[in-house]
């Protein structure tokens, strides 16, 4: 269902400017757009894709870079173009000044028409952490204890995982034309729960999303248990 909501997305309007996130959840989705591009059902030849997040630092070339992620998982079985492809420069000299550009390119290229998104256990989206406030533009943030245990997965212990990140702010969700969020697993239900029955708050960055006019939230019943 959620590559339909990509495919549909593209059928509708060829050039779009597509918000891409990684995580366990969205390989699923990525197989079946791939299956979908060898079946000629969808073209992705005009498409623009940006990645909403990346750790600091964190080279290109590693494996557990958004970089690596998103080329092994879907750019390289399908027909985007290399030029067209945006990923935020965990490897930059100046995180900061790297979010400032990226913002820059974001907002000349449009802004996102469809975004997806996962969810943290602890109400995340992309790597906007729960706190006080929640910064507008791209920014860069430290990562929780709760997200790096989360994402020690992916590394070879929780030492191994960077405690920074690179991340789209607030702003740049909010303005995406439409949102896809996608949440499997029994870990996620009790943030699920909060996220549409709790109140709208900055500590659960995930509730926001109820302020935003159009998005779309599929889940698997593990997920969706505590609603
Ligand atoms: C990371 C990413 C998020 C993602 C989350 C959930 O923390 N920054 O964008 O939504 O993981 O990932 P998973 O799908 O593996 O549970």
Redesign the pocket.
């Known amino acids: 269902m959620a590559a339909y909501v990509f495919a549909r997305q593209i059928w509708e309007k060829p050039d779009s400017v597509l918000g891409f996130?990684?995580?366990?959840?969205?390989v699923g989705m990525y197989r079946c757009l791939i299956d979908m591009y060898n079946g000629g059902m969808v073209d992705f030849s005009q498409v623009t894709t940006f990645n909403?997040?990346e750790y600091y630092p964190m080279s290109k070339v590693s494996p557990q870079s958004r970089d690596s992620y998103m080329w092994e998982n879907l750019f390289s079985h399908i027909n985007v173009r290399r030029e067209r492809v945006y990923l935020p420069n965990g490897g930059a000299a100046d995180p900061q000044r790297a979010c400032d550009e990226y913002e820059k390119l974001l907002i000349d290229r449009g802004g996102i028409d469809l975004q997806l998104?996962?969810?943290?256990r602890n109400g995340?989206?992309?790597?906007i952490e729960p706190g006080e406030s929640m910064r507008v533009n791209m920014h860069v943030i430290d990562l929780t204890e709760d997200?790096i245990k989360?994402?020690a997965r992916f590394f070879e212990s929780a030492d191994h995982v960077p405690r920074r990140a690179l991340t789209m702010g607030i702003g740049s969700i909010m303005n995406a034309g439409r949102v896809l969020m996608l949440a499997s697993g029994t870990a996620?239900a009790p943030v699920v729960k909060q996220m549409f029955s709790g109140v709208i708050t900055p500590c659960v960055p995930a509730s926001m999303l109820r302020l935003h006019p159009d998005v779309v939230v599929l889940m698997d019943e593990d997920a969706a248990s505590l609603l």
């Open positions: 996130a990684i995580g366990s959840t969205p909403i997040d998104l996962g969810i943290g995340h989206i992309a790597f997200t989360a994402n996620k």
